[in-house]
């Protein structure tokens, strides 16, 4: 079975530069949902896309941006990198449709260091 | 961590003993999942109990949820050197299904 598809896996940059995260969620699925997991830390939530709109939003600083395309693969967009950006991305889906109560299903994650 | 306490924050067991693991949340929920996680890989979902549910099973796991206290523990029997990972409990609420993560417990099964 088709799962989450994120690229890179891993990626490397250097302070100051951007960084974009690709996600593919699992097919007809119609919520994308990215998190944040600092070293030896519990997954931060930063933001979420319900049929290509803005759902929620969480600890996401204002140097990232996010968008869900017409496709629904969704775009995670980082710019003036930090060192305290170093952690592993992960992208998840569900079939949301219009309630909770739905186990998300997560990609293996893009893990950036920032240099 | 936004969600709260996981414990212990880490166990070390022998192959065939039983491991539990205890997590307590803030928020009102809609359910509360437990997924697992091998160093640094993805998450796999093992288990969802909602909040109007007390007990679930699931092959050698095991949940509970006491909405009253704001806690659930994870039982996993006869463990194996396989089932080494970290886990973690996560809530989601009414917003459109984001998950709130507890901050995990590291499992060591020996074999």
């Known amino acids: 079975a088709a799962g989450v598809i994120q690229s890179p896996r891993h990626l490397i940059k250097e302070k100051r530069e951007t960084a974009t995260l690709k996600c593919y969620p699992i097919?007809?699925?119609?919520?994308v949902y990215w998190y944040q997991q600092g070293p030896g830390q519990d997954p931060q939530f930063l933001i979420s896309?319900?049929?290509?709109?803005?759902?929620d939003k969480g600890s996401i600083p204002d140097r990232f941006s996010a968008q869900q395309f017409s496709d629904y693969h969704s775009e995670l967009n980082m710019s003036s990198l930090e060192l305290g950006d170093s952690a592993l991305y992960f992208c998840?889906?569900?079939?949301?449709?219009?309630?909770?109560?739905?186990?998300?299903?997560f990609g293996q994650g893009t893990r950036l260091t920032v240099v | 961590s936004q969600q709260g306490e996981e414990d212990p924050q880490a166990l070390s067991i022998q192959e065939g003993e039983n491991a539990t693991m205890n997590c307590s949340y803030k928020?009102?929920?809609?359910?509360l999942q437990w997924y697992r996680q091998n160093s640094g890989r993805g998450l796999v979902h093992l288990i969802l109990?909602?909040?109007?549910?007390r007990e679930k099973h699931s092959g050698r796991l095991r949940v509970t949820l006491d909405t009253s206290k704001k806690s659930s523990s994870l039982l996993i029997t006869a463990s194996r050197a396989a089932d080494t990972a970290s886990y973690f409990c996560?809530?989601?609420?009414?917003?459109?299904?984001?998950?709130?993560f507890g901050q995990g417990t590291i499992l060591t099964v020996h074999p």
């Open positions: 998840a889906s569900s079939p949301l449709g219009e309630g909770a109560d739905t186990e998300a299903f």
């Open positions: 097919p007809r699925h119609d919520t």
């Open positions: 896309f319900y049929e290509k709109m803005q759902s």
């Open positions: 928020t009102s929920i809609n359910n």
């Open positions: 109990i909602r909040s109007n549910e």
């Open positions: 996560a809530t989601q609420g009414t917003s459109y299904g984001k998950l709130t």
